[in-house]
């Protein structure tokens, strides 16, 4: 069996392991539900999220299912409608992240020499600074809105990556099957894309599901300082115009509520996406879990039940 092959049968392998896991399944669900909601919800409603529909701070009702907001907007249809934006932020964001990390640290591990020595460097020079703080400084100088901010959070967030990918990379070209490859001829491109990037399917993943929590949450965050187009319906302005009109100062809890719990319910789909990624591919938790199924099926989960004899020397 070639290694395209056996790379082939271990990903359908991976995929398939993934679909039977519970935290993946209940967080693909719940996940699957925001997609939903952000490309088909706005249809669904008929209010405009940005007009005026009712008097200011109205509590949820049957006219007013989420009430309205400090400016007598619907609370829901804004919450539908920033929806959208924030995903579309938050994924792009994520896979451009992963994307760069990957070829900064896979060019790093595999090539080695200067171009290791170099892209280490600037990767290193990006890891040492702060993050948030660097993102408000670059944020205040372009031109406000969501691709602004993706942009920010790319050139903030690719060099974890880049470290971690590095690392794998310098641990995956001492392995015997790109040691063949490399004996046998085949390009730095062929190798790196053909023999080595299968091998790393499962760190590709959990890294792109990573970088997409860290885009969402870093992007209603810096929305909420006022860093964005305050113009444009997202789930961080929302929060940054419930907090303008002093929504918790005057007991308008619903302002918040809705948006925030979206916030931490989409967070919350993609770390148990990720947890199952981590028990999948973590040969200890891999280990763990087979025990745990083998005390199981004997019935000795709780301990063992049978009396321990102790002998009295005389």
Known sequence: MSLTTQ?????VGFIWQLLDNRKASAGAALLLFFVLMAICGPSLVSVDPAAFVGPPHQPPSSEYLFGTTGQ????????????????VVGFVTGFAVMAIGALVGMAAGFLGGWVD????????VFLIIPGLPMA??????????????????VITGWAWNARLLRAQILSLREKDF????????????????????????????????????????????????????????????????????AALLTGAWWTVVPTGLCVALIGFSLVLINFAIDEITNPRLRSERSWTRLLKTHDLEGGLTTPVVRSHGH
């Open 7 to 11: 790379a082939k049968k271990q990903r």
């Open 72 to 87: 007598g907007q619907d609370v829901l249809a804004q919450t539908i409608a920033g929806a959208r934006t924030s995903l």
């Open 117 to 124: 020595s170099l892209l280490s460097f600037i990767t290193n």
């Open 136 to 153: 408000v400084v670059i944020a205040a100088y372009l031109h406000p809105g969501p691709v602004t901010i993706g942009v920010v959070l």
């Open 178 to 245: 790109v040691l063949a490859s490399i004996v046998s001829g085949e390009g730095r491109f062929r190798i790196i894309f053909r023999e080595i990037l299968p091998n790393m399917t499962s760190l590709l993943m959990s890294g792109f599901i990573s970088a997409t929590v860290y885009a969402i949450g870093a992007q209603v965050g810096l929305e909420f300082l006022g860093i964005g187009d305050v113009s444009v319906v997202t789930w961080g302005t929302n929060l940054y115009w419930a907090a303008n009109d």
